[in-house]
Each structure stands twice: as structure tokens, then as C-alpha cells.
């Protein structure tokens, strides 16, 4: 494919998500019933599409209208390139641009670049005051890629050398001693022998970091009440093999895919229906908004309603307050979210607090994009 032609398959596929389809799954059904195009062009076309998703108002705004065809417009604008180099209507290239076309779109006036829906946008001044707008900024960009070192089965210092080997350029990075941030070579991580066998797992730095705040040491029995993927479960194995691991999550199939991720890592995993007994620390992933990440998935902050939004702080607090009842005295509860707003994060830590006095709050930390990583919140409490 040309890369006119990878433009005007970004404009069908931005067309069917703007009618209401998952990206997910538009952009699957396009690959299957394309099989001409490549490895490089299926991935070329992906990041045009989440490019438009991570910059929905503002394509529409220097594009001038809300097509598909006008945000790609205007994303091509947004990048300094002249759309008329592309739009020429020759061989499988999108139509030349109107003079209506040629005309419309404007500039973005103040507030309209943080591309979010504007109660978000509210939210997110709120929360974060003058880092408000940096943070918006960073999250319409595409995210670094992230590796933790399995440090059961390497030192970051060899996975880099490893990995260097394979074609994979990366780099340690400070928020975290397990990981590593992948230069070039990005593409080739899911073929390589460093991550089949373990030795590396893809993993946010600043989820890593998270993982790092929690006070675990040899001969804990460790709760993860919300595991999803195991992604922390596993990082916290990799990062102290000797203690006793447990996962849960309301959702089992969430965690369909660890057995085989723990076998992977070398790492020993319990999956629990039903957690019982007391645990010396216990880590409560909760569900969230996701706006820390949404640079990865950046269709969640357009399908966020404040309704949900509300839904998920009431769970939060819920989820909270149940995994409270399985730490044991003198044991830790973790709470986390990957959010940058004060609502899903200091506000909870604080309600909980107030509601249990017993508790000792230990320390909070929020991670912002700034920092390297995606956005993440952790606060821990000891209990009396």
C-alpha cells in the first residue's frame, strides 16, 4: 500500500467507529478482508486510526467537519503536512480536496487541544491544576513502549544485551529498576525469544513503579484482589520469587491467559475464586477510568459518560472497603488506579481514612505522564 492508500483505508475504518463500532474490531475485520496489505501497512494504518482517536476534536476542528475523511484531514494538518500531497485521487489515494475543503478547518483556540470531552477536561483542571494541560498534551501522543525485566531470570543490564541481539534497541528508565524503554525494534518484541521465554514482558514503567511502592518481603502471603491480566501479580513474583502469590478478579476470564504467563516467568501463581484467611498484603487494582493510559486507548475517554464515570467511584470505594477485610493485623492494603483524577485517587484514599481511623496511611503517590509512564495513583494503609 501506498501511503495515500493507508490514509484513505484510516478515513473508511475512523467512518465505522464515528457509527458506533468498537476500534478493536473495525480495525480486525479490515485486516482479515485485506489481505493485501502488509505487516508495515496494517500497522501504519492502526496508528493513523488511534492517532485520530487520541486527537478526535481537534482533527474535526482543523479538518472542518466530523468524517472521516475531514479528521484525517485534519490530522495531516495537525502534523504539518499538506493533505493535497495525498488526497490526489490517483490509484487507490482519497479524492483531491474540495475547494470547501481546501478552505475549512481552523485553529485550535485555548482549551480545545486538550481533546477531551469538556466535563473531563473540567475534571482534569481540577485535579491537576497546572499540570493540567502538559498532561492532556502527553496524552495525545502515542506512548512509549515498556518492558519489565523478569529479574527471576535476567538483570535489566543482560535483558538489554539479549534483546540488542535480537534487533531490539531499548533503554533502562529511572521510574523503575525493571524497566526498560524500547528505542527500536518495537514490532519484533512479540516474536522474540527474550519474550517467549520470559526473560522480558511488555509492562507500563510506571506500573512497575507502582508494583515497587508495595512493602513486600520473603514469606508474605500477597492478595492480588483485582488482577485482570497479572500483570502486577507477575511483577510482583519477579520482583520477590519467595513469597506466596495469589490472584482474583471478579471477571475470571480476565485471567484466562496467566497460568500460562506464570509458567512463562518462572514465577509460582494461585488463582482464587473465593480469597480466604488474611493475607500480609493485599493490592486492589481497581476498576477505573483509564485516563492514565488513554494514550493507549484513547477510544475510553470518548465513551466515558459522567454516569459511568460515578458508577466506577462507588465501586471503587466498594472494592476498597472489601479487600480491607482480608488484610491481616499489621498488614498492608494497596489501592491503585491507572487515573489522573483527584476523584478516582487522593479522594478515595482520603474517604477510606476518614471511614477507618484505625488504619494507619502509610504514603500516596500519582504518576503522570510527565514522569515517563502512564498515569497511575497508589496509596497503602497498615492496619492497626
Known sequence: ??????????????????????????????????????????????????????????????????????????????????PATLFTGQGHSPQPLTPQEQSAGRALRDGEGFDMPDWLADKLTA??????????????????????VNLIKSTREAAIQTLMAEGIESRAHELSPSALEVVEGTRKIAHSAAFKTGLVELQDAASQAVVDALPLTPGMRVLDYCAG???????????????????????????????ARAKRAGARVEIVKHPKGKFDLVLCDVPCSGSGSWRRAPEGKWRLTETG???????????LRQASDLVAPGGTLAYATCSVFEQENSAQAQAFSQAYPAWRFLAQRQFLPADGGDGFYVALWERG
Open 127 to 148: 485535579s491537576l491544576a497546572e499540570a493540567a494541560a502538559p498532561t492532556a498534551q502527553a496524552l495525545r501522543r502515542r506512548a512509549p513502549v515498556f518492558l519489565r
Open 1 to 82: 500500500m501506498t501511503p495515500a492508500a493507508r490514509i484513505q483505508a484510516a478515513i473508511e475504518i475512523v467512518d465505522r467507529i464515528r457509527a458506533g463500532q468498537p476500534a478493536e474490531k473495525v480495525l480486525t475485520n479490515w485486516a482479515r478482508a485485506s489481505r493485501f496489505a502488509g505487516a508495515k501497512d496494517r500497522a501504519a494504518v492502526r496508528d493513523h486510526v488511534f492517532d485520530v482517536l487520541r486527537k478526535w476534536n481537534s482533527t474535526a476542528i482543523l479538518g472542518g467537519g466530523e468524517t472521516g475523511r475531514a479528521r484525517l484531514i485534519g490530522l495531516l494538518r495537525d502534523a504539518d503536512v499538506d
Open 309 to 319: 464515570f460515578e458508577d466506577l467511584i462507588t465501586l471503587q470505594a466498594k472494592i
Open 229 to 259: 491480566g497479572g500483570g502486577k501479580t507477575l511483577a510482583m513474583a519477579g520482583r520477590i520469587p519467595d513469597a506466596s502469590y495469589l490472584a482474583h478478579d471478579a471477571n475470571a476470564d480476565r485471567m484466562k491467559d496467566l497460568p
